[in-house]
């Protein structure tokens, strides 16, 4: 099954931004090490570089890249465990957005 860009995205935001009027928190999933089900290893490190390169430059083309490039490390990953990945490393990029109400984070 293709993943298309826009579709995670449009998903991480929704899953990550907590409904409020004037302001929001997220709470970020954490790094895992693979040994728990739907998830795929992931370093702090992993996680900060694929979030600056979410958060940089097309988005969408970021998105293909990483999903091809964990999609050859991880042949056998499974889109959820791919959409868990790409949703940790990019919450915490629109956690550090301040000033965003939930309804600009979506």
Partial sequence: MKIRAIDLLITAAILIALPGENAFALECPLPQT???AGTLPQSAQD?????TRLAHGTAGN?????VFELKRKYPDASTEEIVNY???AYCPVVARKSGLSADQAA
């Avoid at 996680?47 to 979030?51: A, D, L, V």
């Avoid at 970021?62 to 990483?66: C, D, L």
């Fill in 47 to 51: 996680i900060t570089e694929t979030g």
């Fill in 86 to 88: 790409l949703i940790t």
């Fill in 62 to 66: 970021a998105v293909n890249e990483i």
């Fill in 34 to 36: 693979g040994t728990v």
